[in-house]
């Protein structure tokens, strides 16, 4: 596994896994997430991932305290024995992706930019709802906001800008695109992005464990229900 | 317990952070000012990580029902009990029916009420603090209303012994202040208008000549868009040699990230846990205290600091505090 590492302040170390965005570096990055959600060392403090990148944020004092460099830099430590960590890292091919369903009720109030879509892209409304929940989808990372998946894979055919201006409040849990991007809001949000159907699902469960649905790595399939479905599952008005 | 009379501008029940969920995409939270809001608990006798109450500029009037020992860091707030001037980054003995009152900002703008025992609130992943905009964490996920209650847990050892002592000297007073006080090189000087030493982002060797020097040469202007998530600066537009789109990565507490309108943000403790503009610095972190202390209208000047002084500074910092807590062990136990 090819990689850099370089300081995020004085507190951590990004592990830079490659410059583009794609399959073989999400991989790889899962292969060190989840080594370290297995081997949390009591002087690391935390991990968060991103599309090329995993930094690890560490307590300098505990990397000292265990260390017998007294004059080394707590940085130079943690970087020998990450180094050494993630050395000791395998590539396994363990098909243990989820495969995680969304069901998303289309269009009306809850999807009040699905026409403009349609329209954008010369489409019917009906093709565009087709064309996003027939994609094959994959979380890339979680971040922004609690339980906010940055997918991959959209069609280009659905592709839309975001708004000019940008709404005070979406509704959480509303389904959008946003360029060649398409989300899920697990909170309420002011944000551009253009709103085609909103989920029943909820992404953030604040008294769970892990308290969010979905994890990097994890693929995802929109499934379009009626509103009748949508109010049944809970969904909200 | 105590009770809420008037809430102030913003309080809320903070501890150093929820840590651990970042990868999930909560965000952190905690405290804005890390060392004020630990000194406050040392002297208490409390554990670091207790929570406490971080209160905004215009501080809250807040009545004790019970005795107890209270300390207030960070900015002066003016705080006053029942009228008289109380010193802050002191321990102080506080009878029950007494009323903590503040007044103007004389230096900085947050200040770290903590209570001997720490506050009565549920832990949400790992953490006592308030993460506002998703309404969880703290005192019912949200800040202060006038009417609040809010009980404290029973005091530890240390707590127990600080207050007995202070106890007996108190007599009928409806306060009293603690003999002695931190170490003045603990103390940061919360000046306005502060120098803050930063290292150089991962972006940095990105940004044109020009905006490289003037980000450790000009000033920046602290606008009233900023708030516990982060402090947007107006000054000298920042820019890139050649422009384009950076892949989002984490950030972290006191990166500086510049958006494209030129423009740079600080990113404080209810930073969002990723970002995609380019960071052009990096605070140390014995300086994030500085920095959480300022306010809109402050200027702030950047020195550049290299991330081997930083993590020395930051060392040496931890240290002290560790000397700090010792030296009331040592008196006390």
């Given at each position: 596994m090819n990689y850099s590492l370089q300081p995020l302040g004085d507190h951590a170390v990004i592990i830079e896994l490659g410059e583009d965005i794609n399959l073989e570096t999400q991989q790889n990055l899962k292969l060190i997430t989840s080594f370290f959600d297995k081997n949390l060392e009591d002087w690391m403090v935390e991990y968060i991932p991103a599309f090329t990148t995993v930094s690890l944020f560490y307590d300098p004092v505990k990397v000292m305290n265990q260390s017998s460099k007294i004059h080394a830099l707590p940085y130079d430590i943690v970087c020998t024995k990450l180094r050494s960590l993630l050395g000791r890292i395998h590539a396994v091919n363990e098909d243990n992706q989820r495969l995680v369903e969304i069901p998303v009720c289309y269009g009306g109030n809850l999807g009040p930019d699905l026409q403009f879509v349609a329209e954008h892209n010369g489409l019917t409304p009906e093709e565009v709802i087709h064309i996003h929940s027939s994609g094959n989808y994959i979380v890339y990372m979680i971040g922004f906001a609690p339980g906010f998946p940055y997918i991959g894979g959209m069609s280009e055919k659905i592709a839309t800008p975001r708004r000019e201006t940008p709404r005070l409040k979406i509704p959480p849990k509303t389904v959008g695109i946003a360029g060649q991007q398409t989300g899920v809001y697990p909170i309420e949000t002011p944000g551009g992005w253009q709103l085609i159907g909103r989920t029943p699902v909820e992404l953030f469960l604040p008294d769970e464990e892990p308290p969010t649905l979905l994890r990097a790595g994890d693929k995802i399939k929109f499934k379009p229900i009626s509103y009748k479905e949508y109010l049944e599952l809970g969904g909200d008005k | 317990m105590l009770?809420?009379?008037?809430?102030?501008?913003?309080?809320?029940?903070?501890?150093?952070?929820?840590?651990?969920?970042?990868?999930?995409?909560?965000?952190?939270?905690?405290?804005?000012?890390?060392?004020?809001?630990?000194?406050?608990?040392?002297?208490?006798?409390?554990?670091?990580?207790?929570?406490?109450?971080?209160?905004?500029?215009?501080?809250?009037?807040?009545?004790?029902?019970?005795?107890?020992?209270?300390?207030?860091?960070?900015?002066?707030?003016?705080?006053?009990?029942?009228?008289?001037?109380?010193?802050?980054?002191?321990?102080?003995?506080?009878?029950?029916?007494?009323?903590?009152?503040?007044?103007?900002?004389?230096?900085?703008?947050?200040?770290?009420?903590?209570?001997?025992?720490?506050?009565?609130?549920?832990?949400?992943?790992?953490?006592k603090s308030t993460y506002l905009r998703a309404g969880i964490g703290g005192f019912e996920g949200r800040a202060f209303k006038a009417g609040d209650s809010l009980p404290f847990n029973l005091p530890g050892e240390l707590s127990k012994v600080l207050f007995e002592y202070m106890a007996l000297q108190a007599g009928d007073k409806p306060f009293i202040e603690m003999d002695w006080s931190v170490a003045s090189d603990l103390i940061p000087l919360h000046q306005k208008d502060p120098s803050i030493r930063v290292m150089k982002g991962k972006h940095y060797p990105l940004f044109s000549q020009e905006s490289k020097e003037?980000?450790?040469?000009?000033?920046?202007?602290?606008?009233?868009?900023?708030?516990?998530?982060?402090?947007?600066?107006?000054?000298?537009?920042?820019?890139?040699?050649?422009?384009?789109?950076?892949?989002?990565?984490?950030?972290?507490?006191?990166?500086?990230?510049?958006?494209?309108?030129?423009?740079?943000?600080?990113?404080?403790?209810?930073?969002?846990?990723?970002?995609?503009?380019?960071?052009?610095?990096?605070?140390?972190?014995?300086?994030?205290?500085?920095?959480?202390?300022?306010?809109?209208?402050?200027?702030?000047?950047?020195?550049?600091?290299?991330?081997?002084?930083?993590?020395?500074?930051?060392?040496?910092?931890?240290?002290?505090?560790?000397?700090?807590?010792?030296?009331?062990?040592?008196?006390?136990?």
């Open positions: - | 009770t809420v009379v008037k809430p102030g501008l913003l309080t809320s029940v903070q501890d150093l952070g929820r840590y651990g969920y970042q990868k999930y995409g909560v965000i952190a939270s905690g405290v804005m000012d890390q060392l004020s809001h630990r000194i406050s608990n040392i002297l208490v006798g409390n554990e670091e990580n207790e929570p406490t109450l971080e209160i905004t500029l215009l501080g809250p009037v807040i009545h004790f029902d019970k005795d107890t020992l209270i300390s207030i860091c960070g900015g002066d707030l003016s705080p006053s009990i029942n009228g008289d001037p109380v010193r802050i980054w002191r321990t102080i003995f506080v009878k029950k029916g007494s009323k903590l009152s503040f007044g103007p900002a004389i230096t900085g703008s947050r200040a770290y009420l903590a209570v001997a025992g720490g506050f009565v609130v549920p832990k949400v992943m790992d953490s003037k980000f450790f040469s000009q000033t920046f202007e602290v606008t009233p868009q900023s708030d516990r998530m982060g402090y947007r600066l107006k000054g000298s537009f920042l820019q890139l040699e050649n422009p384009g789109e950076l892949i989002s990565e984490a950030v972290s507490f006191g990166s500086i990230q510049v958006p494209s309108e030129g423009n740079p943000i600080v990113l404080l403790a209810d930073r969002q846990t990723t970002g995609g503009y380019p960071k052009i610095g990096q605070i140390s972190s014995v300086d994030l205290p500085i920095i959480a202390q300022a306010k809109p209208g402050d200027h702030i000047s950047f020195s550049e600091v290299t991330h081997e002084t930083a993590q020395q500074l930051f060392l040496k910092r931890e240290k002290k505090i560790k000397q700090l807590k010792n030296g009331i062990l040592l008196k006390f136990r």
